[in-house]
């Protein structure tokens, strides 16, 4: 009886040491990186981890792009990825004006959550913000 109740212990120990070790799924997608778009006045940047992090990033030069960036807008988060869709979510995001270390709360003109049907070709990622309404707009990036 003994010896049964020593082999339990050690079983139930051995399998609390190895469900507490359970290592985090990792995401195996070509979209891990980090993606840029640049327009005219703008820089976007999109990271996403393979820890299931995302980061988007816009940098604004209103005096040219000689000086420091008159807004940089930094949104955090998770997001996670079914099929050919990307479900983001911004956790926060802070706005810093001309070169400010202090972010301000800039919530009001990106969505916190965004569903975004993505392909990719080469290089290259298109996403699709609003994927199937009536305010559906493709963005085009290349890996960094």
């Known amino acids: 009886m003994k010896k049964f109740l020593f082999f339990a212990l050690v079983l139930a120990a051995g399998m609390t040491v190895f469900t507490s070790c359970k290592k985090k799924d990792k995401i195996d997608s070509p979209l891990i990186g980090t993606w840029k778009r640049v327009s005219n006045e703008s820089d976007f940047f999109y990271t996403f981890g393979e820890d299931g992090t995302y980061q988007r990033v816009e940098d604004y030069y209103m005096n040219g792009r000689d000086v420091?960036?008159?807004?940089?807008i930094v949104g955090d988060g998770t997001f996670k990825i079914d099929g050919d869709v990307i479900d983001a979510t911004l956790n926060s995001i802070l706005v810093y004006m001309d070169g400010s270390k202090d972010g301000d709360p800039f919530d009001e003109l990106w969505p916190m959550n965004e569903k975004l049907k993505f392909s990719l070709?080469?290089?290259y990622l298109t996403l699709i913000h609003n994927a199937g309404t009536e305010e559906e707009w493709p963005e085009l990036l290349l890996k960094q």
């Open 68 to 72: 420091v960036a008159h807004e940089h």
């Open 121 to 123: 070709k080469g290089d």
